[in-house]
Structures are given as C-alpha cells and as structure tokens.
C-alpha cells in the first residue's frame, strides 16, 4: 500500500525557507506560485533579511574574498573565509584626483577638495560620513574628518562636523593615536557607523576598526586574516564593501 506524502504546516514551510540564502531562494522561485508570492511578500524580505550574518566582501584584484562574521554578538565571534571567482565580482578601481565620494543609507556626500565644509574650515579633510539617531527615528548626519596640523602641532586633530547645526566637535584619541591614517578613502558605512581596514604597528596585526558615532569612539571590529592582510591591506588594491 503506497504511503500518502503528508504536507507540512504553512508555518513551518515559511520558516525554512525564510533561512535559505538568497542565491538558493531565487532558484526555488519556479517551484510553485505560493512560493514565489512568498519570496515578494515584504513581511518575508524583512524576515530573511533579519537572519542574515554580517560580513564583508573584499574586491580587488587578482582575488575576491567574502568573510562571514558568525556569531558577532558573542564574546568570541568567529570568521568563515571564502574565495570568490574574480568574474563573478568585477571590479574596476575608480580615480578621483580630487574628490571624495561617501554613502551612508539614503545620503551621499561628494566632498570636492576645492570646496570646504565651512568657509572658514579650508585644512578638513572627510574621512566617513555616519549618523547619530536622536529619539526614535530622527538621523542626524556626521562627518568625521581632521585638521592639517599647525607646524607647532605635534598631532593629528580629529573632530566630528555635525551636518545640521554645522558645529564641529574635537575628538580626543587614546595615545594620540589618528586610527584612519592608512585608509582615509577605504571605508564604508553601515547603520550609521564607519568601519575600515588597519593595522596595529606593536602587535602586527591587521582588523577591521569601526568608528562609533553617537558615543565618539573607535574600537576595532575583528582581526583579519594573514591572506586578506597581505592582498589587499598593504598595497590597498582593493575596496571594502559590507554587507548584511
């Protein structure tokens, strides 16, 4: 007697697939039509999207690498590597003698080296633009930059230059240490924060620093890898992309 396949319960279907990666939902797209309305349904996206780990991906050239942060809010986070076919991830380096391009959500700052945040600002430089989140919903965007230093000045002033009241507000560094000198331009922005490659000149070791704008701090966001280090840290061949 042949056995009559049982169906799973609706939400237990939607729970898994809400936990396949999205290469695998676009294939499974053909399946059926209740399928593919689910994978268009917001309520799912935002769903799929909650699960996702962090990561980020590395572009350069000759290799491509993605690394999965897994677990990142645990004491111990760990990194899963993986090498991507260059083809599969082209990349094109772009040349602005002059300009500084930063995205952060719905804002893109395009800072030209001939004009000035503030007439009376000429010597700041953009390193990252972020926001703070005042009450429930209300951004306020922040540039954070630095001054060229008098020739009295032994360091490096950092300051945060607040988009809406146009007030700039110093930084004070632990040791008097500038973290974004090796990558000014190499940085992106996520969820209002700024996050770039560096490296530790005492240890050797190579991370990712994120700087946090609604306390004012820099902290380091985890180690790197040897491979990724020496391809694309050291020679900055590559960009950095994060991704959720």
Partial sequence: MAQTLKQLPWELEENILSRLPP?????????????NALFNDKSFINDHFSRSRPGFLF???????????????????????????FSAMPYQDLHYRCTTIKACDELLLFNNMYLNVKKD????????LGYEIIGRTNKVYKILGYFDPD???EY??????ECASHVFKHIDLPENKWFMSEGVGENVSLNGNIYWFSHDAWTDEYFIRSFDFSVG?????????????MNFFSRFLGKIVFRC
């Fill in 23 to 35: 290469r695998s939902l676009v294939r499974l797209r053909a399946v059926c039509q209740r399928w």
């Fill in 59 to 85: 572009l350069g050239s000759p290799k491509n690498y993605s690394i999965d942060i897994i677990n990142p809010n645990s004491i111990d986070p760990t990194i899963q590597l993986s090498e991507l076919p």
């Fill in 121 to 128: 600002c000429t010597n700041f430089h953009c390193c990252g």
């Fill in 151 to 153: 020739p009295e000045e």
């Fill in 156 to 161: 490096t002033r950092v300051a945060i230059y």
């Fill in 217 to 229: 701090t820099f902290k380091p966001f985890c180690l790197l890898p040897i491979i990724i280090a």
